[in-house]
């Protein structure tokens, strides 16, 4: 059975229909790269998985619990899917460590001391141990996108939702984000991520998504669509995303 | 009765209305001259000069209009002059809006971006052709809201010289109150009054301020 | 200038100035906590509280600063009671600036929440943290952070306008200074000093907010 069903979604944000009826489904364990234009509708999609946005139609559930009916309340959904931004999003009056303890601290009612080791432990997974006392501001954008993952993965989600995570970033700090994100994938945990880097998402995914004007328009194990893909749009997409 | 009384009172305090407009006006002409007198010492880069107006702002900011007042109301008098409550005010009002403009305007001056001086400099004008020509038009435009808003404080300010005796808004209310025992009513009615002439200028800054920041 | 000053005329009265000074200080204490807890709880209304919330706390962010703070002093202390409330001139004051510090403070703090990037508030939410948490965690501290040099400066100016309060006979400084100068007849004395009293309370208060924001946020310099 599917970690994450995507049935059938649709969202329009006023006249525009950004999403026309997407269904993906998600095995635990898996590694799903979505690629796509900018427009396709990808990080809709992404945010539609948390809550961060409503859809108007279909149906889209986590380990069971429907999102949609999940709305009044979406922090039990949420305590199983992490979040992981472009922008970071680290809170910029709370240190490294700090920003890892709070959501254990204040929604699951640890201890300080627990929350002190999972944040210890979370900071030395992405290997940022030595940081624990810095602000945002004084790490590299490569370690607060290493940071806010620790953060996500404090809460012990069971899929990790990861959007656009290396777009901000200069490209000499693009890898250590990416090389966290590929151990992630040997451990087993589910990723969903929204990404232009095509080689990543050969290598590591597991599964491929490619998105186009709102749609599904084709999808697959990587290595075999980009070695063979099946329509001109994707193609393209290839094309002009290796160059 | 009841109809009458409230009449009696909305038109006595509109009479004395116009007493606090004449002296908020008054003040923040003369408060604004002084401050700008005070703006070119303040940003002089005369060492002297500039610590003596940084002073002269400390004072009238940290302490309350309230004691400028009395200083001002007893102060004066001891150089055996008559003090009017109406002198009295207008004096301290004038000191006490020449303090916050001349900050303010130093804030604007202050945002004009350095460039600006060197590239006057490079012209080689003088200090006071460079603050005249290049500085104070620009730093005139993002003054204005600021300065609206101030104006506000002004006219709340005025409030303060009825407990000197000047008959205000204010000091109509208390007069009236004594005389009617309906305070409720009477400082409903001041603070209404007030409020109608206050709204209009705040409601201006911040439509000013909004209009400065798109146009920037 | 004919006119010699006296200050040793108000040296017998250094105790009631004490007292006064006292006053004030807990007034202002007092009413700066009461104060930013009503402008915190104003912001969060206007920022998330329905619409009739927003509409509701703007009408009374709008009366209090476009009314003199005397009218409000006097309307709370003379004209509640003819409404059925009664309160005594400490109660009445501390109210009154309570409720104009409220305002002012509703309006600074909103500015701040404003100021806090949505993709804070969006990763606290997907932290399964509820809105509550958010605010709190999240948005408030950082608010109140970007607004602590203007919410400070507020309080230095509710604390020098807390000088109306003598006229409803609340003991505060001003009122030690009414009381003596109409005994010493050395009313310009009396009110310089008490008006240099002002100024030192002014620069302590201003520096102790300082040392407290940097007890509290103490976060590098952003």
Known sequence: MSLVSIQNVRKSFGEVEVLKGVSVEIARGAVVAIIGKSGSGKSTLLRCINGLETYDAGGISVDGIDVAAARADLRDLRRNVGMVFQQFNLFPHLTAAENVMLAPRVVNRESEIRAKELAREMLAKVGLADKAGNYPSQLSGGQQQRVAIARALAMRPNVLLCDEITSALDPELVNEVLRVIEALAKDGMTLILVTHEMRFARDVGTKLVFMHQGKVHEEGPPKQLFAGPTTPELVQFIGASLH | ?216 | MTYKLHFADLLPYWDLLLKGLVFTILLTIVSTVAGTALGTLGASARTFGPRWLDRLTGAYVEVIRNTPFIVQLFFIFFGLPAAGIKLNETTAAVLAMTVNLGAYSTEIIRAGIQAVPKGHIEAGASLAMSRLQVLRHVVLKQAFEKIYPALSSQIVIVMLGSAVVSQISAEDLTYAANFIQSRNFRAFEVYLVVAGLYLLLAIVTRAALRGIGRLVFRGPGR
């Open chain 2, 1 to 216: 009765m009841s109809d009458f009384s409230f009449w009696v009172i909305l038109s006595n305090l509109l009479l004395a209305t116009r007493w606090t407009i004449a002296l908020s006006l008054v003040a923040f002409a003369s408060g604004g001259l002084v401050g700008l007198a005070l703006l070119f010492a303040r940003v002089s880069r005369i060492g002297w000069l500039e610590w003596t107006t940084k002073a002269y702002v400390e004072f009238f900011q940290g302490t309350p209009l309230l004691m400028q007042l009395f200083l001002f109301f007893f102060g004066v008098a001891l150089f055996g002059i008559e003090v009017s409550p109406w002198l009295a005010a207008w004096l301290a009002l004038t000191f006490w809006t020449s303090a916050f403009l001349t900050e303010i305007w130093r804030g604007c001056v202050e945002a004009i971006p350095k460039g600006q001086w060197e590239a006057a400099d490079t012209l080689a004008m003088s200090y006071m052709q460079q603050m005249w020509h290049v500085i104070l038009p620009q730093a005139f435009r993002i003054a204005i809201p600021p300065t609206v808003g101030f104006s506000v404080q002004v006219v709340k300010g005025t409030a303060l010289a009825s407990i000197i005796g000047f008959v205000d808004l204010t000091k109509a209310g208390t007069m009236l109150n004594n005389a009617t025992f309906r305070p409720f009513l009477v400082y409903s009615l001041v603070a209404l009054i007030y409020f109608a002439l206050c709204f209009p200028l705040s409601w201006f800054a911040h439509r000013l301020e909004r209009t400065f920041n798109v146009a920037r």
